[in-house]
């Protein structure tokens, strides 16, 4: 809020909203005057409203507009690695069966060794079934997979996620 006042919108509101970029609300008011031209013509823009909760809503829109999202984790899934496999070309070829949910390729991932996490926002970076790329593996079936973080050992745990973005109440 950057004025406020009672009585129609003048040139002088019109004047101060262009200076800082911002909007005129204006409740069982009309413009005065040249004001309306003048806003036109300088790109203010000028809303009118009857109804409080109109404005208050749509303000409110307008506010959660300008926040920075809000991610909530939602967990995929879960593979146990069962064996370890070295290559020139890709570093740590994990072989994991994929004991609840999916596992997703480029999805993000911690890594879990005796249920302590190692690693937090590792991405699984290549995904394989037998000698096909996929790009997620299911529940019950191997896989072989590659991810950011290379300190891989037997045993470990791979927790699949992804952010949701969550709704502003």
Request: hydrophobic share 40%.
């Amino acid at each position: 809020v950057i004025d406020r006042g009672v009585g129609g919108v003048t040139e002088t509101n019109v004047n101060l909203a262009s200076a800082s970029d911002a909007i005129i609300i204006g409740f069982n008011v009309r413009a005065e005057g040249k004001a309306t031209e003048l806003a036109n013509r300088e790109g203010v823009d000028i809303r009118y409203y009857s109804v409080i909760y109109q404005a208050i809503d749509e303000i409110q829109s307008a506010l959660k507009g300008m926040l920075k999202p809000v991610y909530e984790e939602k967990e995929l899934g879960r593979a146990e690695i069962r064996a370890m496999f070295r290559s020139s070309k890709v570093g740590n070829i994990a072989g994991c069966l994929v004991t609840a949910g999916i596992i997703r390729r480029n999805a993000k991932a911690r890594l879990l060794r005796d249920n302590i996490v190692v690693a937090e926002t590792v991405t699984i970076q290549t995904l394989r079934r037998e000698k096909d790329d996929v790009t997620e593996v299911r529940d019950g079936y191997e896989c072989g997979l590659t991810l950011s973080y290379n300190d891989i050992k037997e045993g470990d745990v791979i927790e699949a996620y992804e952010l949701v973005e969550k709704e502003r109440g």
